[in-house]
């Protein structure tokens, strides 16, 4: 009797392990990538840095299309959803850039090779997961989801338009054909 119990606690507990990865999940993960840009753009102002960086960008998007083929998903569709975080994320950083000409940082910017760039990968192979996962159970992502989406997407800088056009590259991710 006190192992079934434990295990219906068990069960109660962590619906998560239950009923997968919910839209929540996927979307507070794209949230708190997009959170780090701040961080990004106050390192590159301090070191007289470029805001774009083709190169890391190309670096990006291939890690994502294998972390995403690994994931059975469609490394193409994944493609297209993390060119248009890379937009918004650059997005971001132009306009806290510009909020550093009239009212400068006194924090100290965080360390971009060992500190940030980490965190921004391995949020980006969670957020795959969460899409392989959700994508798993299923079909899509449907348009009515749009609204917790945009709720959850609560960065200062990202425009309505921005979000829209996030989610829509984020509907269209596929699973590979089976």
């Known amino acids: 009797m006190r192992s079934l119990c434990a295990f219906f606690l068990l069960l109660i507990s962590s619906p998560q392990v239950w009923a997968g990865v919910t839209p929540q999940d996927l979307f507070s993960a794209i949230n708190e990538r997009l959170s780090y840009m701040e961080d990004v753009a106050l390192f590159k102002a301090q070191k007289h840095l470029p805001i774009e960086n083709i190169e890391r960008e190309n670096l990006v998007l291939d890690k994502a299309k294998m972390s995403a083929f690994k994931q059975g998903l ?8 993390f060119e248009a975080q890379i937009s918004v994320a650059k997005a971001i950083q132009f306009r806290y850039r510009a909020d550093l000409l009239f009212e400068p940082s006194v924090e100290k910017e965080k360390n971009l090779q060992n500190e940030v760039r980490p965190r921004l990968l391995e949020l980006g ?46 509907r269209k991710v596929k699973r590979l054909s089976d």
């Open 125 to 170: 192979d969670q957020i795959i997961k969460k899409i392989s996962m959700y994508l798993k159970n299923h079909d899509s992502i449907e348009p009515l989801l749009f609204s917790e989406f945009d709720a959850s997407i609560s960065i200062k800088y990202v425009t309505a338009s921005e979000k829209k056009q996030l989610f829509e590259a984020l």
């Open 74 to 81: 469609d490394p193409d569709s994944i493609e297209g959803f």
